[in-house]
């Protein structure tokens, strides 16, 4: 067998590249409780960060701050260069519990987010029936959530974030109500969508091993009060068909170095 040399994991402490989002020395508390400390953390165009860390230690606190949903108690976030003040259609964000609405059907639950925006009802239909083929829940379209499984209703929350054409788009632990099956393929098609549409994704996980196989930048997050402990770019493997991604050697020392600086905290 040929000897394969390990590559040294390659970090980075700042970037040139082109960021759409920007957060700049963030920090909020609820009541007592810190959640983040002055995060700073820059969101490359076009790639899909991850933010990872352990359970409650401000993820989807520093996500809705970037959407705009609460408001950081110092710091600002930067998109487009632009100060946030709230939401608004340049992101739109996939939620950890789909956030459908239980009394409409799968198309107009995608197309909801254009009907909140005032796109006429022909256009938005057209757009969300693209959207639904996208995700693979063609023939879905009449159904309602309670007739499908959890990983379809994920979809149709994927399904309606694309379909309002935000630049970014922000996800919340999007695959952790579905089961491992479902999550793989997921995390596949997460892939091809990061190549085929020009979008700024912000994924939100506590896994390792999703972390790697999706993100082209890994933020890790400390434990309350959260900030950045260090930025991971995994590298040449994710150029890889992504059936082999999850054997290679970089791929796996990746995942053991994360979790060889994550263990200390788990308690
Ligand atoms: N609305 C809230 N009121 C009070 N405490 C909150 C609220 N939202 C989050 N927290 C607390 O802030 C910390 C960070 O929460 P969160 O951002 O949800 O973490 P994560 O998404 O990483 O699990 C946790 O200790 C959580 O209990
Ligand atoms: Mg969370």
Same mark, same amino acid.
């Given at each position: 067998?040929?000897?394969?040399? !390990?590559?040294?994991?390659? @970090?980075? /402490? $700042?970037?040139?590249a082109d960021n759409v989002v920007s957060v700049r020395n963030v920090s909020?508390?609820?009541?007592?409780?810190?959640?983040?400390?002055?995060?700073?953390?820059?969101?490359?165009?076009?790639?899909?960060?991850?933010l990872l860390g352990p359970?409650?230690?401000?993820?989807?606190?520093?996500? !809705?701050?970037?959407?705009? @949903?609460? /408001? $950081?108690d110092s710091g600002e976030v930067l998109v487009d260069g632009k100060t946030v003040t709230g939401p608004g259609p340049d992101r739109s964000f996939v939620f950890q519990d789909f956030?459908?609405?239980?009394?409409?059907?799968?198309?107009?639950?995608?197309?909801?987010?254009l009907e909140l925006r005032g796109v006429a009802r022909a256009e938005r239909e057209d757009t969300a029936r693209?959207?639904?083929?996208?995700?693979?829940?063609?023939?879905?379209?009449?159904?309602?959530?309670?007739?499908?499984?959890?990983?379809?209703?994920?979809r149709?929350?994927?399904?309606?974030?694309?379909?309002?054409?935000?630049?970014?788009?922000?996800?919340?632990?999007?695959?952790?109500?579905?089961?491992?099956?479902?999550?793989?393929?997921?995390q596949e098609d997460l892939l091809s969508l990061v190549k085929n549409e020009?979008?700024?994704f912000i994924f939100v996980t506590h896994s390792?091993?999703?972390?790697?196989?999706?993100?082209?930048?890994?933020?890790?997050?400390?434990?309350r009060p959260s900030r950045v402990s260090e930025i991971i770019r995994p590298g040449s493997f994710r150029q890889k068909s992504v059936e082999n991604i999850r054997r290679d050697s970089e791929y796996l020392d990746i995942v053991d170095r994360i979790w060889a600086s994550l263990r200390s905290y788990v308690e």
């Open positions: 067998m040929p000897q394969t040399k !390990k590559k040294p994991v390659h @970090l980075q /402490e $700042a970037q040139a909020k508390s609820y009541g007592d409780v810190e959640a983040l400390r002055n995060l700073t953390l820059d969101f490359p165009r076009g790639q899909l960060t991850s359970s409650g230690c401000g993820k989807t606190t520093l996500l !809705k701050i970037i959407a705009g @949903l609460i /408001e $950081a956030a459908l609405l239980p009394w409409a059907t799968v198309l107009r639950n995608v197309a909801f987010g693209r959207f639904i083929k996208d995700v693979g829940l063609a023939g879905f379209e009449n159904s309602y959530p309670h007739e499908l499984s959890g990983g379809m209703r994920q149709v929350g994927l399904a309606r974030a694309l379909s309002v054409d935000a630049d970014v788009i922000l996800m919340d632990e999007p695959f952790s109500a579905v089961d491992e099956q479902t999550r793989r393929k997921f020009s979008k700024t390792i091993e999703e972390a790697v196989y999706v993100s082209d930048q890994i933020a890790i997050l400390l434990p």
